[in-house]
Nanobody
Framework: QVQLEESGGGLVQAGGSLRLSCAGF????????MGWFRQGQGKEREFVAA????????YYADSVKGRFTISRDNGKNTVYLQMNSLKPEDTAVYYC??????????????????WGQGTQVTVSS
């Protein structure tokens, strides 16, 4: 089992950058695949990025490729989402998620076993 806590959200102007962090409270954090999802107001939750347990493989939604970078530091039990060239359409609550199975993160927006509470990202035009 793992508890997740996101941080790093805030208000930024279009073109700016933010780095989100997700701290995992578990002795087995390094065994979980991790992902980031987002949900804008009035919109469905969507996949943003995922990373496997060792950080060897990374996956991105087309809408963020080339702008966002997912990474992890298993020594710190933390996964990051570096967001550059932010756009107003990136405004959403961002959630991190964890699961033993990477495919439950990359193929579904609901099946991951563990979720954080979310952090708000607002991009002004």
């Amino acid at each position: 089992q793992v508890q997740l806590e996101e941080s790093g959200g805030g208000l930024v102007q279009a073109g700016g950058s933010l780095r989100l962090s997700c701290a995992g409270f578990s002795d087995t954090f390094g065994s979980y695949a991790m992902g980031w999802f987002r949900q804008g107001q009035g919109k469905e939750r969507e996949f943003v990025a995922a990373i496997d347990e060792r950080g060897d493989n990374k996956y991105y939604a087309d809408s963020v490729k080339g702008r966002f970078t997912i990474s992890r530091d298993n020594g710190k039990n933390t996964v990051y989402l570096q967001m550059n060239s932010l756009k107003p359409e990136d405004t959403a609550v961002y959630y991190c998620a964890a699961d033993w199975l990477l495919r439950k993160i990359t193929l579904s927006t609901t099946q991951a076993d563990y979720w954080g509470q979310g952090t708000q990202v607002t991009v002004s035009s």
